[in-house]
């Protein structure tokens, strides 16, 4: 399985980015898929993640309202619509999959066995 994100950039504060992950080597809708950021000096998080065959999203309360998930299952890809980005939101970005998470476990990282390289997002104030 490889996952590779990319479209992260600088952006002031306000604007928009959208992030992508594109997913190979695994049957791409049965995965569950999550963003999660780490920012330096703090653990990783939670941003958003996409039930199986995109039934369901769920976000952390931090970007609600703010991001979206979604998959295009048809492309092996995953996006990140990040709006209204915040200087808080600076980060590196990484998405993740796994096809064993559970709904109850799905915004722990631990729980995901795999993960693309970290890609960059700086929202200048």
């Known amino acids: 399985v490889q996952l590779q994100a990319f479209g992260g950039g600088l952006v002031q504060a306000g604007g928009s980015l959208r992030l992508s992950c594109a997913a190979s080597?695994?049957?791409?809708?049965?995965?569950?898929l999550g963003w999660f950021r780490q920012a330096p000096g703090v653990e990783r998080e939670f941003v958003a993640a996409?039930?199986?065959?995109?039934?369901?999203?769920y976000y952390a309360d931090s970007v609600k309202g703010r991001f979206t998930i979604s998959r295009d299952n048809a492309k092996n890809t995953v996006y990140l619509q990040m709006n209204s980005l915040k200087p808080e939101d600076t980060a590196d970005y990484y998405c993740a999959a796994d096809s064993g998470v559970i709904l109850s476990s799905l915004r722990d990282s631990a729980k995901y066995a795999w993960w693309g390289q970290g890609t960059q997002v700086t929202v200048s104030s």
């Open positions: 080597g695994l049957t791409f809708s049965r995965y569950v």
């Open positions: 996409t039930a199986r065959y995109g039934s369901r999203t």
